[in-house]
């Protein structure tokens, strides 16, 4: 009675939607891509950041970095992964069913957040390594802990950017300009307080700037301001997963008007 039950739960949506995700990342394809892709692409933008913003403290400076190359990845893992099943077709059949297929996308996105996590925590290990931090004691476990919650909040951001790109005939422009903006936006090149206020409160309506925010604070010693810039983030990234979700809703409502749910536009 229980073989049924466990192949169930081995093959029920949630099981099926991580499967398919993993299996169908060009980034997870061979040992090569993913070494590439996965754990050395973050590594070296969590360098470049560090390099650029770099401000003699060690510890307060790389964790803001680390945390923001993970939160980007995971934005630009997840965008890329919804563009493919537009340009690829398997985006339709997703979006038109009579209902959202909750546990589905729930499997991809959780996919798509232990690739982004796998890289960052990979950048974190190389990064104490190369700076000697965290030596001579026991493992701080909060770093991985909002290297998780940055991974987890950047992919409901990543999934709004594609979605809002189903509007577009250049279905890359808009992740290609979140991926050039957003760092400067977030917080990684620089603390978003010092943004003009515009500027400012666009980086705030993004989780990836309460993340590096969170990460500065927590570096810096202040761990309650930390902890609630984190739960802020998190939260920021839900509101943006929803926003994707009632996009493709409403792309899907178009296309059964018109009929234009296919590769080239909505």
């Given at each position: 009675?229980?073989?049924?039950?466990?192949?169930?739960?081995?093959?029920?949506?949630?099981?099926?939607?991580?499967?398919?995700?993993?299996?169908?990342?060009?980034?997870?394809?061979?040992?090569?891509?993913?070494?590439?892709?996965?754990?050395?692409?973050?590594?070296?933008?969590?360098?470049?950041?560090?390099?650029?913003?770099?401000?003699?403290?060690?510890?307060?400076?790389?964790?803001?970095?680390?945390?923001?190359?993970?939160?980007?990845?995971?934005?630009?893992?997840?965008?890329s992964a919804l563009l493919r099943d537009r340009l690829e077709g398997t985006l339709a059949h997703l979006a038109l069913g009579p209902r959202i297929p909750v546990r589905l996308w729930a499997g991809r996105f959780a996919a798509l957040a232990s690739v982004g996590f796998a890289g960052s925590a990979v950048t974190w290990a190389a990064t104490c390594a190369l700076f000697h931090l965290g030596t001579g004691g026991a493992p701080d476990p909060v770093p991985p802990l909002m290297l998780l919650a940055a991974s987890l909040a950047s992919c409901g951001l990543g999934a709004a950017v594609a979605a809002c790109s189903l509007a577009a005939r250049d279905a890359l422009f808009l992740v290609n300009l979140c991926g050039f903006a957003i760092p400067l936006l977030c917080g990684l090149v620089a603390p978003v307080s010092v943004l003009?206020?515009?500027?400012?409160?666009?980086?705030?309506?993004?989780?990836?700037?309460?993340?590096?925010?969170?990460?500065?604070?927590?570096?810096?010693?202040?761990?309650?301001?930390?902890?609630?810039?984190?739960?802020?983030g998190v939260m920021a990234g839900m509101a943006w997963l929803l926003v994707a979700m009632l996009v493709l809703k409403a792309a899907a409502v178009l296309a059964r008007r018109d009929g234009t749910f296919d590769a080239t536009a909505m």
């Open positions: 009675m229980r073989r049924p039950s466990n192949e169930r739960r081995l093959t029920g949506p949630f099981a099926t939607g991580f499967r398919m995700t993993i299996s169908s990342m060009p980034e997870t394809a061979t040992p090569a891509t993913v070494l590439a892709d996965v754990l050395l692409a973050p590594l070296l933008a969590a360098l470049l950041y560090l390099l650029i913003s770099r401000d003699g403290q060690g510890h307060g400076a790389t964790l803001p970095a680390v945390v923001g190359a993970a939160s980007m990845q995971t934005v630009l893992l997840s965008g003009p206020v515009p500027l400012r409160w666009l980086a705030y309506a993004l989780p990836t700037s309460w993340m590096t925010d969170a990460a500065r604070a927590y570096a810096t010693g202040d761990a309650g301001s930390a902890w609630r810039r984190l739960v802020v």
